[in-house]
């Protein structure tokens, strides 16, 4: 719903900029620039809000989610390995491998 909401604001932003400039064209001048400074500013406080609503949600929600199930898997996994892996792969390389599965998800994605 954010994302719809955001792009809708965006695209309304344009869309009466078009408007804004219609009229001007069509009245040749430029008489209630109030009304449509604001309007337009409200057109961008609300993408933004909604913009940074949406961010908000899908870092909460879903990265977070993500890097918690990502730790759990990788966990068992290296839990339920045999010690014949533990034996030939050093523990530096196995925590350094994990350490940089997780920052993956939790910093670039």
């Known amino acids: 719903f954010a994302l719809l909401a955001s792009q809708s604001a965006s695209i309304g932003g344009s869309v009466w900029l078009k408007e804004w400039s219609e009229h001007n064209e069509k009245t040749g001048s430029n008489d209630s620039i109030g009304k449509y400074i604001g309007i337009y500013f409200a057109f961008g406080i609300g993408s933004s809000l909604l913009t ?8 909460i929600f879903c990265s977070i989610e993500a890097s918690r199930k ?4 990788m966990a068992n996994a290296i839990f339920r390995s045999p010690m014949s892996f533990f034996d030939t792969t050093p523990a530096g390389r196995i925590l350094n491998r994990f350490s940089s ?9």
């Open 52 to 59: 940074v609503g949406q961010t908000l949600v899908l870092w």
């Open 101 to 109: 599965d997780i920052y993956r998800v939790d910093e670039v994605l």
């Open 70 to 73: 990502l730790h759990e898997r």
